[in-house]
């Protein structure tokens, strides 16, 4: 029997019927998930018991931090290791493992899913060749979370869309030392999609580019210059200790315990820091727009993480069968009713934010801003041979962004200059990029 055909009826005993039928001789299949430790993959693994009622099919479930995860999909997948059927992977990886064969293609999705109410922006992302290799579980920008009690204690008032020279004298003015209170916290931990994601995202906002049109390394110019001092010189004065070992989750942990003035980071975290049970300034939480300055380009990102089928599985009609369930309509709507509109997945369909019960969740307008003002195919001030806001979309991409970031937070942690850390990297990148054949 097919999965479209096992997925044509819609409620849930149709589906608990046609797996039933699948597996009438008794076996009782297994996939395993690879999957990100935050907040809504990990409410995901609660319901996960509904879809075994559903289907038949177990789950287990891999789940890891987000350098290690990225670290073990990419072994398994280049070494055909087969350790799972599905993996959280993003739109960094999605259009060259697809291309190049390592993922089963998404063209055999059920018309119940409804493939096109996927965002524009995230199918784009999450395809090659026009075809969709990951289906996204949520999409993401990034944007200003803030105390709106301590901006108004501080006789300030957020613009929409600030610059960063505001961001700067907000954060100066939230500080409170003596009360453990950090003006602004924000990602310094090595890891392409750490660190290395904000600060490039960062630098395009400061005319900044990783390579010139002849794959040229670009850390040597005057905006690298400017987007790290800055990012450093503010957070000296203003972010928490320890600040180039945060990523996301300890920022989140920060942010939740009212220790943070402003947070600027994935909007996906806007469920988290406003959900009363987890966050102790749930009622006093505004957004805005990630910061410019004024060369036309903002520093928010696009992302998706996504469910994807590694070629190598013996299980992919039932991985297919977990991923139509996962990124459904109906799973948002299962988490609604449990849990509130707010803490559904959000950022990865376009019926979303037309529900108008999403429309009076405070955030979710600027979430969609956000996506939408996101352009990978034009991310910096000037030209760049590259696809991508916080990353550029070639194979040596993670490798050589992970040893840069590294160079970045041993800058940040006082264990170098700026000067060895930007020559630093310039060498390694444009080593690794000769070697590549780019040069």
Not at 95 to 122: C, F, H, K, Q, T
Not at 136 to 145: A, R, T, V
Not at 197 to 202: G, K, L, N, S, V
Not at 388 to 399: K, L, M, R, S, Y
Request: net charge negative.
């Amino acid at each position: 029997m097919s999965l479209k055909t096992a997925l044509g009826a819609t409620t849930a005993l149709a589906i608990c019927a046609a797996g039933t039928a699948a597996f009438a001789d008794g076996h009782s299949p297994t996939i395993t998930i690879a999957t990100v430790n935050n907040g809504d993959m990990i409410r995901m693994q609660g319901y996960t018991d509904q879809f075994t009622e559903e289907t038949g099919i177990a789950v287990e479930w891999v789940t890891l931090e987000e350098n290690v995860l990225r670290q073990r999909v990419t072994t398994d997948i280049t070494t055909n290791g087969g350790q799972f059927d599905i993996m959280t992977i993003g739109m960094y990886e999605t259009p060259i493992w697809g291309a190049n064969g390592w993922l089963v293609p998404l063209d055999n999705l059920s018309d119940e899913y409804n493939v096109d109410d996927i965002l524009p922006a995230m199918a784009n992302g999450l395809s090659h060749d026009g075809t969709l290799y990951a289906a996204p579980f949520y999409g993401e920008s990034s944007m200003i979370m803030y105390r709106t009690d301590l901006m108004e204690e501080a006789g300030l008032e957020m613009p929409d869309a600030p610059t960063w020279e505001f961001i700067r004298e907000a954060a100066a003015a939230m500080t409170d030392r003596e009360n453990d209170i950090n003006g602004i916290c924000l990602r310094g931990k090595p890891g392409w999609g750490e660190g290395g994601a904000f600060i490039t995202a960062m630098s395009n906002s400061f005319g900044a580019r990783w390579f010139d049109m002849d794959w040229q390394a670009q850390f040597d110019t005057q905006p690298w210059r400017d987007t790290l001092t800055f990012f450093n010189d503010m957070m000296q004065e203003s972010g928490p200790a320890g600040f180039a070992t945060n990523g996301f989750n300890e920022n989140l942990s920060l942010f939740q315990q009212g220790l943070c003035g402003m947070w600027i980071d994935a909007t996906v975290a806007a469920s988290f820091v406003t959900n009363p049970e987890d966050s102790e300034v749930a009622d006093s939480v505004g957004f805005a727009l990630a910061p410019d300055n004024g060369l036309g380009r903002r520093s928010n990102w696009l992302w998706a993480w996504a469910l994807a089928i590694p070629a190598g599985t013996d299980q992919a009609e039932e991985a297919l069968q977990f991923i139509e369930w996962a990124t459904s309509t109906d799973y948002i709507e299962l988490v609604a009713e449990n849990e509130g509109w707010a803490n559904v997945p959000p950022g990865a369909r376009t019926s979303l934010y037309e529900n108008p019960n999403y429309a009076e969740v405070p955030f979710a307008q600027m979430t969609l801003d956000s996506i939408l003002s996101a352009d990978p195919n034009n991310s910096t001030v000037e030209e760049s041979p590259y696809v991508g806001v916080q990353f550029a979309a070639i194979p040596e991409f993670a490798g050589i962004a992970t040893e840069v970031s590294q160079e970045f937070s041993a800058y940040y942690a006082g264990q170098q200059t700026l000067d060895e850390a930007l020559e630093n990297a310039q060498a390694i990148t444009n080593e690794a990029m000769e070697a590549a054949g780019y040069q």
